[in-house]
């Protein structure tokens, strides 16, 4: 599967320099993701807006970086040395239950920000503040976007 990264033509991105950068960029992302969310918690001023429900996306989400990058390329092919369980369709499985997990905090985290911090001005008031709708989406596509960055930006064929 060609990713953006192969169509570049530059030698910093061969080989452990390509799997170096495409972790790094994703530790970037996750780390800006929970930086968000952790900015939100630790406002006083803005508790009284913010439900302690709302970290759920972020932990399914986190889930599903885990899920969809426990998988290797190797195993979804069925090219891997050892089969696991249920072989190459048991991985596949997994990677669309963290594919799944991954969308829906996303959609998840819209959903909040909308309904909960956009729409809601007539029972909180114009003056209510949106920072938390919007830092618990920006958490939740952060998080998607490492999960993505992490899975497709590295090559596996040092290994194989």
């Given at each position: 599967?060609?990713?953006?990264?192969?169509?570049?033509?530059?030698?910093?991105l061969?080989?452990?320099?390509?799997?170096?950068?495409?972790?790094?960029?994703?530790?970037?992302?996750?780390?800006?993701?929970?930086?968000?969310?952790?900015?939100?918690?630790?406002?006083?001023?803005?508790?009284?807006?913010?439900?302690?429900?709302?970290?759920?996306?972020?932990?399914?989400?986190?889930?599903?970086?885990?899920?969809?990058?426990?998988?290797?390329?190797?195993?979804?092919?069925?090219?891997?040395?050892?089969?696991?369980?249920?072989?190459?369709?048991?991985?596949?499985?997994?990677?669309?239950?963290?594919?799944?997990l991954?969308?829906?905090?996303?959609?998840?985290?819209?959903?909040?920000?909308?309904?909960g911090?956009?729409?809601?001005?007539?029972?909180?008031?114009?003056?209510?503040?949106?920072?938390?709708?919007?830092?618990?989406?920006?958490?939740?596509?952060?998080?998607?976007?490492?999960?993505l960055?992490?899975?497709?930006?590295?090559?596996?064929?040092?290994?194989?």
């Amino acid at each position: 599967m060609p990713g953006i990264l192969d169509n570049l033509n530059c030698d910093c991105l061969e080989g452990d320099r390509r799997n170096s950068i495409a972790a790094a960029v994703a530790g970037f992302l996750f780390f800006t993701g929970w930086w968000i969310i952790i900015d939100v918690a630790a406002d006083t001023s803005l508790q009284k807006d913010f439900e302690n429900s709302y970290y759920t996306c972020g932990v399914l989400g986190t889930i599903a970086l885990f899920m969809i990058n426990a998988v290797s390329n190797g195993q979804l092919r069925g090219d891997a040395f050892t089969n696991g369980c249920m072989g190459p369709r048991g991985a596949r499985m997994w990677l669309f239950i963290g594919f799944v997990l991954g969308f829906g905090s996303v959609i998840a985290a819209g959903w909040i920000l909308f309904q909960g911090y956009v729409i809601s001005n007539a029972t909180h008031g114009p003056d209510a503040h949106k920072w938390p709708g919007v830092a618990v989406f920006l958490q939740n596509f952060f998080i998607f976007g490492s999960s993505l960055v992490y899975k497709f930006g590295r090559s596996e064929d040092l290994w194989g």
